[in-house]
């Protein structure tokens, strides 16, 4: 039998060969992944801790910026250097007042226009 007669003897049953392949294929990587994480978790070199992603997008957006402070009207949505213009229009009793840029990103405000 050449091989151009066996598959077309297989050719029906092609799909569902293909099909339990790829269903062996990924069950199999994934215990060999489970087993290695169980093995990485059991060995102490890491560990795992539960974060939520407001406190991780939080700890990113506080890098941001050249570590100036910014400040913000509470009812505003932008955030102004001390060197902006436009800080001069906040009142006083509504000022807010961030450690870096990216605190003020991570609150919700975004940078000012024409505030560089």
Known sequence: MSIPEYLQKIKPELPD?????????????AMGLYRIQAQIVQSGEVQVVQATSTAITRIANAEVGDGRPVYASKNGT???YSTCAGIKRIKESNLVTFASAGLAISEGYGLANGCK
Request: hydrophobic share 50%; with cysteine.
């Open 78 to 80: 932008k955030y102004y």
């Open 17 to 29: 060969i293909l099909t339990v392949s790829c269903i062996v294929l990924i069950c199999t990587a």
